[in-house]
């Protein structure tokens, strides 16, 4: 069903329960044609993402969109930016691993941080 999903699926029984945790994260987004957002209909927490018990943890429901269409835990450290700029957006191909410098960055070019950081000084 999932085109994006490409990882070595082996019938383990791990692979089965992630199925099922799956299927209840694929439960709470609202999918959208083209390429438009896929937005998370589930819980959100602080700074307006989604987040979701995936794996053993709770994360952000755009890092268990990620982890779910690679089929691999994103490495610790590294955060999942979105091009779109939506925190709703779990659309895998909305979705890419990088590092914090680079989201930083990418908030400065696209305005959402001044160039002054004025907003940051209290
Ligand atoms: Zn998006």
Redesign the pocket.
Known sequence: MYSFFTSNNTYSKLTIRMDRQEARFWGLVKQAPE?????WQGPLGGGGYGHIRYAGRTIGAHRASWEIAHGRKATRGLVIR?????RK???P???TLGTYAENVRDAFERGRIPPQGNRWKR
């Open positions: 390429d438009l957002c896929w937005e979105h091009a779109c700029d939506n957006c779990v659309r191909s909305h979705l």
